[in-house]
Protein backbone atom coordinates (compact mmCIF):
# COMPACT_ATOMS: atom_id res chain seq x y z
CA UNK A 1 0.00 0.00 0.00
CA UNK A 2 1.22 3.24 -1.14
CA UNK A 3 2.79 5.26 2.22
CA UNK A 4 2.11 8.91 2.66
CA UNK A 5 4.99 11.16 2.22
CA UNK A 6 5.13 12.78 5.68
CA UNK A 7 4.98 9.36 7.44
CA UNK A 8 8.13 8.10 5.59
CA UNK A 9 10.01 11.27 6.07
CA UNK A 10 9.06 11.08 9.35
CA UNK A 11 10.85 7.42 9.61
CA UNK A 12 14.14 9.32 7.79
CA UNK A 13 13.76 12.00 10.96
CA UNK A 14 13.36 9.30 13.14
CA UNK A 15 16.40 6.92 12.25
CA UNK A 16 18.91 9.93 11.36
CA UNK A 17 19.55 10.52 7.78
CA UNK A 18 22.79 10.31 6.95
CA UNK A 19 24.25 11.17 3.26
CA UNK A 20 25.43 6.99 2.98
CA UNK A 21 27.83 7.19 -0.48
CA UNK A 22 28.73 4.02 -2.21
CA UNK A 23 32.34 3.05 -1.69
CA UNK A 24 32.20 1.67 -5.42
CA UNK A 25 34.13 4.47 -7.78
CA UNK A 26 36.15 4.44 -10.78
CA UNK A 27 38.15 6.42 -12.40
CA UNK A 28 37.85 7.81 -16.46
CA UNK A 29 39.46 5.88 -18.84
CA UNK A 30 39.95 6.89 -22.12
CA UNK A 31 36.79 5.62 -23.97
CA UNK A 32 34.65 7.11 -21.36
CA UNK A 33 36.05 10.45 -22.19
CA UNK A 34 35.51 9.94 -25.17
CA UNK A 35 31.70 9.34 -25.45
CA UNK A 36 31.10 11.89 -22.74
CA UNK A 37 31.01 14.38 -26.11
CA UNK A 38 28.66 12.53 -28.26
CA UNK A 39 25.23 11.57 -27.04
CA UNK A 40 25.01 7.81 -27.46
CA UNK A 41 22.63 4.30 -26.64
CA UNK A 42 23.77 1.34 -26.21
CA UNK A 43 20.41 0.65 -28.14
CA UNK A 44 20.87 0.75 -31.81
CA UNK A 45 16.81 0.38 -32.94
CA UNK A 46 15.76 3.53 -33.06
CA UNK A 47 12.20 1.79 -33.07
CA UNK A 48 12.94 1.54 -29.10
CA UNK A 49 13.45 5.20 -28.20
CA UNK A 50 10.99 7.79 -28.62
CA UNK A 51 7.45 7.66 -26.89
CA UNK A 52 4.43 10.02 -25.62
CA UNK A 53 1.86 9.48 -23.67
CA UNK A 54 -0.79 12.00 -21.31
CA UNK A 55 -0.60 11.48 -17.56
CA UNK A 56 -2.61 13.82 -15.83
CA UNK A 57 -3.76 15.59 -18.72
CA UNK A 58 -0.18 16.78 -19.74
CA UNK A 59 2.07 15.59 -22.17
CA UNK A 60 5.19 13.39 -21.51
CA UNK A 61 7.67 12.85 -23.62
CA UNK A 62 9.81 9.65 -22.60
CA UNK A 63 12.68 8.19 -24.38
CA UNK A 64 13.70 4.82 -23.18
CA UNK A 65 17.34 3.77 -23.74
CA UNK A 66 18.21 0.48 -21.84
CA UNK A 67 16.24 -2.35 -20.27
CA UNK A 68 18.80 -3.89 -17.80
CA UNK A 69 19.77 -1.47 -16.41
CA UNK A 70 16.62 0.50 -16.88
CA UNK A 71 17.30 3.69 -17.94
CA UNK A 72 14.78 6.63 -19.34
CA UNK A 73 14.64 10.22 -20.02
CA UNK A 74 11.84 12.29 -19.51
CA UNK A 75 11.70 14.93 -20.98
CA UNK A 76 10.43 18.76 -20.34
CA UNK A 77 8.78 16.71 -16.99
CA UNK A 78 9.55 20.03 -15.17
CA UNK A 79 8.46 23.14 -16.44
CA UNK A 80 10.66 26.18 -16.97
CA UNK A 81 8.66 27.57 -14.11
CA UNK A 82 9.44 24.96 -11.65
CA UNK A 83 13.21 25.19 -13.22
CA UNK A 84 13.50 28.56 -12.17
CA UNK A 85 12.03 28.51 -9.07
CA UNK A 86 14.18 25.77 -7.78
CA UNK A 87 17.22 27.29 -8.96
CA UNK A 88 15.74 30.87 -6.88
CA UNK A 89 15.60 28.51 -3.48
CA UNK A 90 18.84 27.36 -4.47
CA UNK A 91 20.07 31.18 -3.71
CA UNK A 92 19.09 31.57 -0.45
CA UNK A 93 20.76 28.22 0.69
CA UNK A 94 24.11 29.76 2.94
CA UNK A 95 27.74 29.04 1.53
CA UNK A 96 28.58 27.39 4.40
CA UNK A 97 25.71 24.87 3.37
CA UNK A 98 27.35 23.99 0.38
CA UNK A 99 30.07 20.78 1.29
CA UNK A 100 33.09 19.71 -1.12
CA UNK A 101 34.69 16.94 -0.69
CA UNK A 102 37.93 16.26 -2.14
CA UNK A 103 39.38 13.88 -4.14
CA UNK A 104 43.04 12.52 -5.05
CA UNK A 105 42.98 14.46 -8.68
CA UNK A 106 40.52 17.65 -7.89
CA UNK A 107 37.49 17.94 -6.50
CA UNK A 108 34.07 17.05 -6.43
CA UNK A 109 31.37 19.34 -7.11
CA UNK A 110 29.55 21.68 -4.74
CA UNK A 111 26.72 19.32 -2.94
CA UNK A 112 23.74 20.14 -0.10
CA UNK A 113 20.98 18.57 0.67
CA UNK A 114 16.91 19.65 0.71
CA UNK A 115 13.92 18.18 2.02
CA UNK A 116 10.83 16.91 -0.37
CA UNK A 117 8.88 20.20 0.22
CA UNK A 118 11.51 22.12 -0.79
CA UNK A 119 12.28 22.15 -4.68
CA UNK A 120 8.92 24.02 -5.30
CA UNK A 121 7.15 21.27 -6.09
CA UNK A 122 9.15 19.40 -8.22
CA UNK A 123 8.98 16.10 -6.15
CA UNK A 124 5.36 16.55 -6.06
CA UNK A 125 5.51 16.83 -9.93
CA UNK A 126 7.68 13.67 -10.53
CA UNK A 127 5.46 11.59 -7.55
CA UNK A 128 2.33 12.37 -9.92
CA UNK A 129 3.94 11.90 -13.63
CA UNK A 130 5.75 8.61 -12.78
CA UNK A 131 2.98 6.85 -10.83
CA UNK A 132 4.94 3.32 -11.41
CA UNK A 133 7.85 4.09 -8.45
CA UNK A 134 6.99 5.13 -5.02
CA UNK A 135 8.74 8.22 -4.52
CA UNK A 136 7.97 8.54 -1.34
CA UNK A 137 10.79 6.49 0.19
CA UNK A 138 13.46 8.30 -1.13
CA UNK A 139 16.33 10.04 0.16
CA UNK A 140 16.20 13.70 0.52
CA UNK A 141 17.12 15.86 -2.63
CA UNK A 142 21.10 15.62 -3.38
CA UNK A 143 21.76 18.97 -5.16
CA UNK A 144 25.38 19.08 -6.75
CA UNK A 145 26.73 22.77 -8.15
CA UNK A 146 29.55 21.95 -11.55
CA UNK A 147 31.68 24.48 -11.89
CA UNK A 148 33.92 25.11 -15.15
CA UNK A 149 36.40 21.81 -14.99
CA UNK A 150 34.77 20.03 -12.86
CA UNK A 151 33.61 16.32 -12.94
CA UNK A 152 31.76 13.56 -11.19
CA UNK A 153 34.05 10.07 -11.94
CA UNK A 154 32.02 6.78 -12.53
CA UNK A 155 30.48 5.72 -9.67
CA UNK A 156 27.48 3.48 -8.04
CA UNK A 157 24.29 4.73 -6.01
CA UNK A 158 23.58 1.30 -4.75
CA UNK A 159 25.31 0.58 -1.41
CA UNK A 160 27.67 -2.30 -0.40
CA UNK A 161 27.31 -1.63 3.19
CA UNK A 162 23.28 -2.46 4.23
CA UNK A 163 23.74 -2.01 8.00
CA UNK A 164 22.17 1.34 8.19
CA UNK A 165 19.29 1.49 9.78
CA UNK A 166 18.03 3.42 7.24
CA UNK A 167 18.58 0.74 4.65
CA UNK A 168 17.97 -1.91 6.89
CA UNK A 169 13.93 -0.11 6.85
CA UNK A 170 13.71 1.27 3.36
CA UNK A 171 15.97 -1.41 1.54
CA UNK A 172 18.66 -0.41 -1.17
CA UNK A 173 18.64 1.88 -3.24
CA UNK A 174 16.20 1.14 -6.05
CA UNK A 175 16.85 3.96 -8.60
CA UNK A 176 17.47 7.26 -9.27
CA UNK A 177 16.13 10.45 -10.98
CA UNK A 178 18.08 13.05 -12.02
CA UNK A 179 17.14 16.68 -12.80
CA UNK A 180 18.81 19.02 -14.70
CA UNK A 181 18.21 22.49 -13.62
CA UNK A 182 20.99 24.45 -15.04
CA UNK A 183 22.41 23.20 -18.10
CA UNK A 184 26.66 23.84 -18.97
CA UNK A 185 27.27 26.22 -21.87
CA UNK A 186 29.43 23.04 -23.19
CA UNK A 187 29.97 19.77 -22.24
CA UNK A 188 28.87 18.08 -18.59
CA UNK A 189 26.49 14.83 -20.17
CA UNK A 190 25.69 12.38 -18.07
CA UNK A 191 27.37 8.93 -19.10
CA UNK A 192 26.64 5.19 -18.21
CA UNK A 193 29.49 3.91 -19.34
CA UNK A 194 29.28 -0.20 -18.71
CA UNK A 195 25.69 0.38 -20.84
CA UNK A 196 27.40 2.13 -23.08
CA UNK A 197 24.89 5.42 -23.01
CA UNK A 198 25.57 8.53 -23.09
CA UNK A 199 22.40 11.00 -22.51
CA UNK A 200 22.50 14.67 -22.94
CA UNK A 201 19.58 16.51 -21.09
CA UNK A 202 18.02 19.81 -21.18
CA UNK A 203 17.05 21.77 -18.40
CA UNK A 204 13.81 20.74 -17.01
CA UNK A 205 14.57 17.10 -18.43
CA UNK A 206 14.89 14.07 -16.24
CA UNK A 207 16.87 10.89 -16.41
CA UNK A 208 15.68 7.48 -14.35
CA UNK A 209 17.74 4.59 -14.04
CA UNK A 210 17.27 1.24 -11.53
CA UNK A 211 20.26 0.58 -9.52
CA UNK A 212 19.33 -2.84 -9.00
CA UNK A 213 17.25 -6.18 -10.43
CA UNK A 214 14.21 -7.12 -8.89
CA UNK A 215 16.07 -9.76 -6.82
CA UNK A 216 17.91 -6.83 -5.17
CA UNK A 217 21.20 -7.87 -7.27
CA UNK A 218 23.18 -4.73 -8.26
CA UNK A 219 23.00 -3.57 -12.19
CA UNK A 220 26.09 -3.55 -13.21
CA UNK A 221 25.43 -1.27 -15.99
CA UNK A 222 24.18 1.05 -13.85
CA UNK A 223 28.00 2.77 -13.22
CA UNK A 224 27.46 6.61 -13.60
CA UNK A 225 29.35 9.76 -14.08
CA UNK A 226 28.94 13.44 -14.93
CA UNK A 227 31.25 14.59 -17.72
CA UNK A 228 33.47 17.46 -17.24
CA UNK A 229 32.19 21.08 -17.63
CA UNK A 230 34.17 22.78 -20.59
CA UNK A 231 32.49 26.20 -19.75
CA UNK A 232 29.73 27.83 -17.34
CA UNK A 233 27.67 25.62 -14.57
CA UNK A 234 25.70 22.61 -14.09
CA UNK A 235 23.39 21.76 -11.85
CA UNK A 236 21.66 18.94 -10.61
CA UNK A 237 19.21 17.78 -8.34
CA UNK A 238 18.44 13.84 -7.38
CA UNK A 239 16.91 11.27 -5.58
CA UNK A 240 18.03 7.81 -4.60
CA UNK A 241 14.92 5.94 -4.29
CA UNK A 242 14.79 3.17 -2.15
CA UNK A 243 13.50 -0.30 -2.65
CA UNK A 244 10.48 -0.44 0.02
CA UNK A 245 6.90 -0.89 -1.30
CA UNK A 246 8.45 -0.60 -5.05
CA UNK A 247 5.67 -1.63 -7.39
CA UNK A 248 8.05 -2.90 -9.62
CA UNK A 249 9.87 -4.71 -7.91
CA UNK A 250 6.85 -6.97 -6.23
CA UNK A 251 5.34 -7.34 -10.33
CA UNK A 252 8.33 -8.58 -11.83
CA UNK A 253 8.49 -11.84 -13.92
CA UNK A 254 10.99 -14.01 -13.38
CA UNK A 255 14.74 -13.36 -13.22
CA UNK A 256 14.53 -9.84 -11.92
CA UNK A 257 13.56 -8.17 -14.55
CA UNK A 258 11.15 -5.19 -14.40
CA UNK A 259 7.92 -4.68 -16.64
CA UNK A 260 9.94 -0.98 -18.23
CA UNK A 261 7.12 -0.48 -19.65
CA UNK A 262 4.96 0.89 -16.78
CA UNK A 263 7.93 3.62 -16.68
CA UNK A 264 7.21 4.84 -20.03
CA UNK A 265 3.47 4.77 -20.23
CA UNK A 266 2.12 3.48 -17.03
CA UNK A 267 -1.68 1.71 -16.78
CA UNK A 268 -4.45 3.53 -16.53
CA UNK A 269 -5.00 1.82 -13.17
CA UNK A 270 -1.80 2.08 -11.55
CA UNK A 271 -3.04 3.31 -8.36
CA UNK A 272 -5.56 0.58 -7.72
CA UNK A 273 -2.49 -1.66 -8.43
CA UNK A 274 -0.33 -0.19 -6.10
CA UNK A 275 -3.07 -0.42 -3.47
CA UNK A 276 -3.71 -4.03 -3.56
CA UNK A 277 -2.23 -6.44 -1.30
CA UNK A 278 1.16 -8.14 -2.45
CA UNK A 279 -0.70 -11.25 -3.63
CA UNK A 280 -3.12 -9.50 -5.90
CA UNK A 281 -0.46 -7.74 -7.27
CA UNK A 282 1.21 -10.71 -8.96
CA UNK A 283 -2.11 -12.14 -10.23
CA UNK A 284 -3.29 -9.14 -12.00
CA UNK A 285 -0.25 -8.25 -13.95
CA UNK A 286 0.42 -9.03 -17.40
CA UNK A 287 3.34 -10.84 -18.04
CA UNK A 288 5.80 -9.25 -19.72
CA UNK A 289 7.02 -12.05 -22.18
CA UNK A 290 3.22 -12.89 -22.86
CA UNK A 291 4.20 -16.86 -22.42
CA UNK A 292 2.43 -17.96 -19.26
CA UNK A 293 -0.62 -16.40 -20.98
CA UNK A 294 0.46 -18.36 -24.10
CA UNK A 295 -0.12 -21.67 -22.17
CA UNK A 296 -3.09 -20.81 -20.07
CA UNK A 297 -5.58 -19.86 -22.69
CA UNK A 298 -5.29 -23.41 -23.11
CA UNK A 299 -6.54 -24.59 -19.62
CA UNK A 300 -10.15 -25.30 -20.80
CA UNK A 301 -8.99 -27.70 -23.97
CA UNK A 302 -9.81 -30.72 -24.32
CA UNK A 303 -7.14 -33.21 -26.28
CA UNK A 304 -6.20 -36.57 -26.68
CA UNK A 305 -2.58 -37.32 -26.96
CA UNK A 306 -1.06 -40.56 -28.42
CA UNK A 307 2.23 -41.38 -27.17
CA UNK A 308 3.98 -44.68 -27.15
CA UNK A 309 7.01 -45.21 -24.74
CA UNK A 310 9.28 -47.16 -26.45
CA UNK A 311 13.29 -45.19 -26.70
CA UNK A 312 13.62 -48.63 -29.79
CA UNK A 313 14.30 -46.22 -32.66
CA UNK A 314 13.21 -49.30 -35.33
CA UNK A 315 9.68 -50.33 -32.81
CA UNK A 316 8.62 -46.12 -33.54
CA UNK A 317 4.93 -45.86 -34.73
CA UNK A 318 2.55 -43.73 -35.16
CA UNK A 319 -0.86 -44.17 -33.47
CA UNK A 320 -3.94 -43.10 -34.83
CA UNK A 321 -2.60 -43.70 -38.87
CA UNK A 322 -6.05 -42.91 -39.73
CA UNK A 323 -5.64 -38.94 -39.30
CA UNK A 324 -1.88 -39.07 -40.65
CA UNK A 325 -1.51 -39.58 -44.66
CA UNK A 326 2.04 -39.91 -47.00
CA UNK A 327 1.27 -36.41 -47.38
CA UNK A 328 1.69 -35.04 -44.34
CA UNK A 329 4.25 -37.17 -43.11
CA UNK A 330 6.55 -35.72 -46.06
CA UNK A 331 5.85 -32.47 -44.33
CA UNK A 332 6.82 -32.91 -40.92
CA UNK A 333 10.78 -33.77 -42.79
CA UNK A 334 10.26 -30.46 -44.83
CA UNK A 335 10.00 -27.14 -42.49
CA UNK A 336 8.29 -24.42 -45.64
CA UNK A 337 6.10 -22.06 -45.48
CA UNK A 338 3.81 -20.18 -48.41
CA UNK A 339 4.83 -16.89 -49.03
CA UNK A 340 8.19 -15.79 -48.58
CA UNK A 341 7.15 -12.48 -48.65
CA UNK A 342 5.80 -12.90 -45.30
CA UNK A 343 8.05 -15.05 -43.56
CA UNK A 344 10.14 -11.89 -41.09
CA UNK A 345 8.79 -9.11 -39.44
CA UNK A 346 10.05 -7.24 -36.33
CA UNK A 347 7.89 -5.70 -33.81
CA UNK A 348 8.00 -3.91 -30.73
CA UNK A 349 5.41 -4.44 -27.95
CA UNK A 350 6.06 -3.48 -23.96
CA UNK A 351 9.40 -2.38 -24.97
CA UNK A 352 10.53 -5.83 -26.26
CA UNK A 353 11.95 -6.98 -29.45
CA UNK A 354 9.89 -8.86 -30.73
CA UNK A 355 10.78 -11.69 -33.84
CA UNK A 356 7.97 -12.64 -35.57
CA UNK A 357 7.33 -15.20 -38.45
CA UNK A 358 4.55 -15.04 -40.36
CA UNK A 359 3.67 -18.56 -42.28
CA UNK A 360 -0.30 -18.00 -43.86
CA UNK A 361 -2.99 -14.91 -43.99
CA UNK A 362 -5.95 -17.79 -43.98
CA UNK A 363 -6.07 -19.04 -41.34
CA UNK A 364 -3.27 -16.75 -39.72
CA UNK A 365 -0.62 -18.41 -38.72
CA UNK A 366 2.89 -17.27 -37.04
CA UNK A 367 5.90 -17.97 -34.79
CA UNK A 368 6.73 -15.77 -32.09
CA UNK A 369 10.97 -16.34 -31.84
CA UNK A 370 12.25 -16.26 -28.38
CA UNK A 371 9.78 -14.86 -26.94
CA UNK A 372 10.77 -16.09 -23.90
CA UNK A 373 14.26 -16.33 -22.20
CA UNK A 374 15.89 -19.50 -20.85
CA UNK A 375 15.16 -18.51 -17.16
CA UNK A 376 11.94 -17.70 -17.44
CA UNK A 377 11.46 -21.17 -18.98
CA UNK A 378 12.88 -22.78 -16.45
CA UNK A 379 11.06 -20.98 -13.48
CA UNK A 380 8.12 -22.18 -15.32
CA UNK A 381 8.29 -25.49 -15.67
CA UNK A 382 9.73 -25.67 -12.05
CA UNK A 383 6.44 -24.31 -11.16
CA UNK A 384 4.68 -27.10 -13.53
CA UNK A 385 6.30 -30.12 -11.69
CA UNK A 386 5.53 -28.45 -8.21
CA UNK A 387 2.14 -28.44 -9.61
CA UNK A 388 1.92 -24.54 -8.19
CA UNK A 389 0.73 -23.37 -11.28
CA UNK A 390 -2.83 -25.41 -13.72
CA UNK A 391 -1.58 -25.13 -17.18
CA UNK A 392 -1.95 -27.63 -19.70
CA UNK A 393 1.30 -28.91 -20.79
CA UNK A 394 1.84 -31.86 -23.11
CA UNK A 395 4.96 -33.81 -22.88
CA UNK A 396 6.02 -36.44 -25.38
CA UNK A 397 8.24 -39.13 -24.82
CA UNK A 398 10.39 -40.81 -27.90
CA UNK A 399 7.74 -42.07 -30.41
CA UNK A 400 5.12 -39.63 -28.71
CA UNK A 401 3.15 -37.10 -31.39
CA UNK A 402 -0.11 -35.16 -31.92
CA UNK A 403 -2.14 -36.58 -35.05
CA UNK A 404 -3.50 -33.49 -36.81
CA UNK A 405 -6.71 -31.86 -35.06
CA UNK A 406 -8.76 -29.32 -34.99
CA UNK A 407 -8.58 -26.71 -31.41
CA UNK A 408 -12.33 -25.23 -32.70
CA UNK A 409 -15.09 -27.15 -30.90
CA UNK A 410 -18.09 -28.09 -33.24
CA UNK A 411 -21.39 -28.86 -31.81
CA UNK A 412 -24.54 -30.81 -33.35
CA UNK A 413 -26.92 -28.38 -31.05
CA UNK A 414 -26.48 -25.25 -29.34
CA UNK A 415 -28.65 -27.01 -26.72
CA UNK A 416 -25.12 -28.75 -26.27
CA UNK A 417 -22.67 -26.49 -25.23
CA UNK A 418 -21.50 -26.14 -21.87
CA UNK A 419 -21.00 -23.05 -19.48
CA UNK A 420 -17.66 -22.17 -20.75
CA UNK A 421 -18.77 -21.92 -24.66
CA UNK A 422 -22.02 -19.83 -23.82
CA UNK A 423 -19.75 -17.26 -21.73
CA UNK A 424 -16.44 -17.02 -23.82
CA UNK A 425 -17.71 -18.65 -26.81
CA UNK A 426 -15.83 -21.01 -29.44
CA UNK A 427 -11.66 -21.34 -29.48
CA UNK A 428 -10.49 -18.28 -30.86
CA UNK A 429 -7.09 -18.78 -31.22
CA UNK A 430 -4.36 -21.56 -29.81
CA UNK A 431 -0.49 -20.41 -28.48
CA UNK A 432 1.16 -23.17 -27.99
CA UNK A 433 4.93 -22.72 -26.11
CA UNK A 434 7.93 -24.84 -26.45
CA UNK A 435 9.62 -25.42 -23.28
CA UNK A 436 11.35 -28.07 -24.05
CA UNK A 437 12.76 -29.37 -27.58
CA UNK A 438 13.83 -33.15 -28.31
CA UNK A 439 17.31 -34.26 -28.98
CA UNK A 440 16.09 -35.74 -32.17
CA UNK A 441 13.28 -36.54 -34.54
CA UNK A 442 10.83 -34.48 -35.87
CA UNK A 443 12.51 -33.31 -38.90
CA UNK A 444 15.60 -33.99 -41.19
CA UNK A 445 18.37 -36.25 -39.65
CA UNK A 446 20.84 -33.75 -39.70
CA UNK A 447 18.84 -31.39 -37.06
CA UNK A 448 19.44 -32.78 -33.86
CA UNK A 449 18.65 -30.03 -31.85
CA UNK A 450 15.17 -29.12 -33.86
CA UNK A 451 12.42 -29.71 -31.84
CA UNK A 452 9.38 -32.05 -33.05
CA UNK A 453 7.27 -29.67 -36.05
CA UNK A 454 3.79 -29.03 -36.08
CA UNK A 455 2.18 -29.58 -39.66
CA UNK A 456 -0.55 -27.05 -40.88
CA UNK A 457 -2.32 -29.75 -43.06
CA UNK A 458 -4.27 -27.43 -45.11
CA UNK A 459 -2.25 -24.93 -45.43
CA UNK A 460 1.26 -27.00 -46.49
CA UNK A 461 2.85 -25.52 -43.59
CA UNK A 462 4.92 -27.01 -41.17
CA UNK A 463 6.60 -25.47 -38.18
CA UNK A 464 10.16 -25.67 -37.47
CA UNK A 465 10.43 -24.42 -33.13
CA UNK A 466 13.10 -24.21 -31.04
CA UNK A 467 12.84 -23.51 -27.15
CA UNK A 468 11.36 -20.04 -25.87
CA UNK A 469 9.43 -19.97 -29.36
CA UNK A 470 5.99 -19.53 -29.58
CA UNK A 471 3.35 -20.02 -32.17
CA UNK A 472 -0.39 -18.70 -32.34
CA UNK A 473 -3.03 -20.00 -34.77
CA UNK A 474 -6.26 -18.25 -35.27
CA UNK A 475 -8.74 -20.91 -34.89
CA UNK A 476 -11.70 -19.35 -36.44
CA UNK A 477 -12.64 -16.18 -38.71
Known amino acids: MRQSYCSVLTIIVAIGFQGVASDEEFPWRDDYTEWCLVPQSDNTDDIYECLTYIWNYVRINVELLSFEPVIVVYRNIIPRSKVEAFLNELKWKKEDEWKRKTREHGAYPEETTMLYGEGQGTFEALSTMIPAVNFAVSEPWKVLRYKTGEDYPPRYDFLRNTKDKLTKHLGNRFATIMVLLKKAAAAGNTIFPTSRTTVELQEGDAVFWTNMNAEGIRSVGALHGDCLVKSGEKVTASLRIRAKDQLLIETSPYGGVYISGWLARPPRDIYRRMDEPFGNRQRNIPRMTLFLIAVLVTLYSHTH ?81 NKEMAAQVLSYLPGGHYVPHYDYITYSSTDLWDPWMRDYGNRFATFLLILQTAESGGGPADKAKVSPEMSSEHDGVTLSCSELDLQKVWGSN
Not at 343 to 352: I, L, T
Not at 372 to 380: C, D, L, P, V
Open 305 to 385: THMQDDSSEKNKTFVGDEHWNEEFLSQCENPSIVDEGLSCYVSVRHYQKINIEVLSENPILFIFRELANEAEIAAFIEDVH
